[in-house]
């Protein structure tokens, strides 16, 4: 008997291993980086983009005989992660490997056409979450599209989506609320790879520029697809190891939950873990009964979610050193689970046990609105604080987006 179950396990092993998920990066690697030979190479990274052994995607191809690269271009949080979450990224060199850094997330978002002199092609690698309002993919648009007025190709060394390729939820951004979280007209939750979102907006005429250049440009694209990747497959089936993308999402668990929590954070009441150990994981304030408050989520039965009480101090931020009390949520069943509107139930308990606590009117609400891509959001559930009022409008665009980024899929 014992011998049977060692050589299953054996086999099991060997079937993880076979199974693991070959990024972008390595493709291109064991391709000989044939797409990139004889060209001066610009590169969009940071952090995240890394092989499975972790070598920086930077070192990779600055080590590689084969490949002449130029130039960085640092996105929000910067090539090398040094920039926290909002803060500009300063340009200036790479102390590695000496190579001159662009800031894409300062005075400017789209490259400037000095920042492109000397490219022939720019390649983009960095592991995205899979919500709409993460700045990753608009930054990526923008490059697309300096890259198209300048005649340049562009490259995606594709990523896994850390929620799966499945899970579509939340309604479009509506006109006058697109921005730099909101940069294309698809749902919160998208279930696309950074590849297959690049050929979904530069064929589909969605990549539109910022500050009245509104005309969308469609650049030469080419995606190294992943080997191994499947739809079905959220990050922690892939058996590649999470390099947290910025510094909030240190875990794929952290993606997971993000979408769930992160427009709750913009009412600006509820402590969601951001400045604790579990970012976006959690909803509490000084003044819940967590007990009450778990009860009242209980009674919603809410498909695939489960909840319980938490109690903490955060770290960090307006709430540092206060005892909070709330609930902690975990998705029993990420298939059938309401993702995004999550949050919204939270919200409805906390008004049903505590309408005295009304979170609006805000001081600003812009931020609130452009992250929800509308606002309808903030004004229809804002009225009675009830999912029901915005169910309808938040999933009405679902069929017809899992319809059109369907014909992008490089992954099933």
């Known amino acids: 008997m014992k011998k049977i179950i060692s050589a299953l396990t054996i086999a099991l092993a060997g079937i993880s291993l076979h199974a693991q998920v070959v990024p972008g990066i390595e493709v291109l690697e064991q391709d000989g980086f044939r797409v990139l030979q ?31 690269l130029v130039a960085l271009y640092g996105p929000e949080h910067g090539v090398r992660g040094d920039a926290y979450a909002g803060d500009h990224v300063e340009g200036g060199k790479d102390p590695k490997t000496g190579l001159p850094v662009h800031s894409l997330y300062g005075p400017t978002r ?14 983009y690698d960095i592991q995205d979450v899979g919500t709409r309002c ?12 300096a890259c198209a007025k300048a005649d340049i190709e562009v490259v995606v060394l594709d990523r896994p989506n850390p929620l ?26 998208y279930g696309l ?9 530069n064929e589909e005429g969605m990549n539109r520029g910022q500050k009245g250049d509104l005309e969308p440009l ?10 191994g990747w499947h739809r079905w497959m959220r990050y922690e089936d892939t058996g590649l190891p999470w390099v947290l993308p910025s510094p909030n999402i240190p875990s794929p ?25 579990i970012p976006f994981e959690v909803f509490a304030a000084e003044w819940i009964d967590a007990d009450a408050l778990k009860a009242r989520l209980d009674s919603y039965r809410i498909p695939g979610t489960a909840f319980r ?17 709330g609930v902690q949520f975990f998705f029993t069943d990420w298939e059938l689970a309401p993702v995004t509107l999550v949050q919204f139930y939270v919200m409805q308990a906390v008004n049903e046990l505590y309408p005295d606590h009304n979170p609006l009117p805000l001081k600003s609400t812009r931020m609130l609105d452009i992250i929800s891509g509308t606002d309808y959001v903030r004004i229809g559930f804002g009225e009675r604080f009830r999912v029901s009022d915005i169910l309808d409008f938040w999933t009405r665009d679902v069929k017809d987006f899992k319809a059109l980024s369907a014909r992008y899929y490089l992954y099933f």
Do not use: W
Request: proline share 7%.
């Open 38 to 68: 004889g060209r001066r190479v610009g590169l969009v990274t940071n952090p995240s983009g890394v092989s499975r052994d972790l070598r920086s995607t930077i070192d990779i191809l600055f080590d590689a005989p084969e490949v002449n």
């Open 110 to 123: 789209e490259p400037a056409p000095e920042m492109l002199k000397g490219i022939d092609v720019m390649v």
């Open 134 to 145: 993460y700045t990753f993919i608009s930054t990526l648009g923008l490059v697309m599209r």
């Open 164 to 189: 799966g390729g499945r899970k579509v939820e939340g309604t479009y951004v509506r006109e006058g609320f697109f921005s730099f979280v909101s940069q294309y007209p698809i749902p919160f939750v």
């Open 193 to 201: 790879t950074p590849g297959e979102v690049a050929l979904m907006i």
């Open 218 to 227: 469609k650049c030469k694209l080419k995606v190294v697809p992943m080997r």
């Open 253 to 277: 668990r952290s993606a997971l939950c993000y979408p769930a929590s992160g427009i709750a954070g913009e009412f600006g009441y509820l402590q969601i873990g951001v400045g604790y150990t």
């Open 309 to 325: 009480t938490i109690h903490y101090k955060p770290l960090a931020g307006s709430r540092q050193g206060k005892l909070v009390h």
